[in-house]
């Protein structure tokens, strides 16, 4: 991880109040938009959007989920997604402190999202928080994020400075060491995608 916990959260809080504006490219709208249809949760399901940032996923998962937890690590963020959902009247979710490997749930997931945030980990952390996502034993995870399909990286859609991503072999690899299959692999650029994992065990 090129920056701690900690510096991330300070980071991300300091621009929570405009960070839905800066989220303007079509790829990051293109992960948004297939995280969402592949959740596909139940009406009974209980989702775990870790990463939630603003919420952006956990409030478009609502209207067809049991509850949604929306977890992060930047107190700012959360409270942009407390303000959203309270202006939308959305009543089933509920924002909190937590991280991808202590997610701060207290009973069963069915389903667990992520969008745009993993890729702050380094390789082996991303490990560690697939397996503690896997513990949980949703029957499904889907992970959007910046992603490595192939060797171009001349132009990145990320900031190297800050941002670690992984190749999306080293990813798929994770999830079937964790007992997860991957059902489908959504390529937005080179650089960023959506991985959808059922659990197999």
Known sequence: MKKSLDEHAERFSEH???????????????????????AAPDADD???DIGTGTGAIALALAP???????????????????????????????FGEGRFRD???DGPVDVVTSNFAMHHLGDDEKRDA????A???PRRIVLGDVMLFGDDT??????????????????????????YALTAVE???????VLVAERSV
């Open 135 to 137: 513990a949980l034993e």
């Open 103 to 105: 997610p701060n749930v």
């Open 64 to 94: 067809d989920a049991g509850e949604v937890l929306g977890r992060d690590i930047s107190e700012g963020m959360l409270d942009e997604a407390r303000e959203k959902a309270a202006e939308g009247g959305v009543e089933n979710v509920a």
């Open 16 to 38: 929570a109040a405009d960070y839905d504006e800066s989220q303007d490219s079509d790829a990051y709208r293109a992960c948004v938009d297939f995280v969402v249809e592949h």
């Open 46 to 48: 209980v989702v775990l």
């Open 154 to 179: 001349a132009a990145p859609f990320y900031d190297p400075a800050v941002d670690d991503p992984a190749t999306v072999g080293l990813l798929a690899d994770a999830f079937t060491d964790a007992g």
């Open 187 to 193: 390529m937005v650029t080179e650089q960023a995608g």
């Open 130 to 133: 697939i397996d503690a996502l």
